[in-house]
């Protein structure tokens, strides 16, 4: 139906609304399912929210492409890579980690606090943290990004 991206307390979230009946929807939030029941159905006419734009497609050019002189690294920006999501909702007591770390396979990133129990978040690949998205005492919900990969 319609898609749109939220910012919560500095966290990204990607929502989808897939079915509106009356007051219950059926949404995506960040890929994961959710049956939602609204206060108040949505009016056809009443815009919510800003739909996410289409991202612009560079041109084709035609022609061989250039070849490089030489092979270098690629350039990982900030953000970019697997990201690290939060399998629950809880706070963030703890990031054992910075932006540029080389993390391996099972290394804590985050530590998250639900229940009265410590959680560690382990990468679940091996690289380098390239952004940290929540800091310590935040309080995130389940499929929140807490930290990316490359």
Known sequence: MAKYEYTVQGVD??????EVEGTLAKVTVNGIDFDVEMKQPISVGKTIAKPIA???Q???VEGPAP??????KPVVQ?????????PLPGTITAIPVKVGDAVAV???VCILEAMKMQNNIEAENAGTITSIMVKEGDTVMEGAVLVTIA
């Open 13 to 18: 979230y990607e929502v989808e609304i897939l």
């Open 54 to 56: 289409p991202k612009p």
């Open 58 to 60: 560079p041109a084709k």
């Open 67 to 72: 070849q490089p002189a030489e092979e270098t």
């Open 78 to 86: 900030a953000g970019e890579g697997t990201k690290v999501c939060s």
């Open 106 to 108: 099972g290394d804590t």
